[in-house]
């Protein structure tokens, strides 16, 4: 029975000592929290963040869309020009237009348009063609993308002259955005044009 008791004794004064060991290497071991810096703007920074602001305000709320012309210049070469069309007052940040062509018809030239202050890929193959017009930072002015403009235009050749062709459009990657959002309206965008 003593033996009990001083086991007992033992285990209590053991965990007499060892609980406040635990509990204080515990507390002061435990990785602190460290709030995240939060990055300091520039003059330059705000300025541009209120021209946004400003330039957000004075938008229509609408969509866009993309819509074409086609014109024949011989019995086998075409030019098509494509327009990013909206309401008045509407911009938007950037767009993508991707196109495919049937085997019948070859992309000879691709040009950029007048929607966008830049136009950073104007990218084609004999059959596929990318063009993206992005806004743009000239001196501290944001320039927005304007609608109601020509996009970008297309020299087409058919392979066979006499054979049906068709430019269509990739209804997953064309997309138009405005702060971030997108705003090209693909059920009344153009979908093919026949050739």
């Not at 209120?50 to 709320?61: L, R, V």
């Amino acid at each position: 029975m003593q033996k009990k008791l001083s086991l007992l004794k033992l285990t209590f004064i053991l965990l007499l000592v060892l609980l406040p060991v635990v509990f204080f290497s515990w507390r002061f071991n435990r990785p602190e929290k460290i709030p995240s810096p939060t990055k300091k703007m520039s003059l330059s920074d705000l300025y541009l963040y209120a021209q946004k602001t400003k330039a957000m305000d004075e938008i229509t709320s609408s969509e866009v869309y993309f819509s074409a012309t086609k014109t024949q210049l011989n019995n086998d070469r075409f030019q098509i020009d494509f327009y990013l069309s909206a309401k008045d007052g509407m911009k938007v940040d950037g767009a993508d237009l991707v196109l495919n062509t049937s085997q019948n018809l070859i992309i000879k030239k691709i040009t950029q348009g007048q929607v966008f202050p830049q136009y950073p890929r104007l990218v084609h193959d004999n059959q596929n063609a990318t063009v993206t017009g992005l806004a743009s930072l000239a001196g501290n002015m944001i320039k927005l993308g304007q609608p109601n403009r020509l996009f970008a235009s297309l020299i087409v050749e058919k392979v066979i002259f006499n054979q049906p062709a068709k430019i269509t459009i990739d209804q997953s990657s064309t997309k138009a955005n405005l702060n971030g959002e997108a705003v090209l309206n693909q059920s009344v965008s153009l979908k093919e044009i026949n050739l």
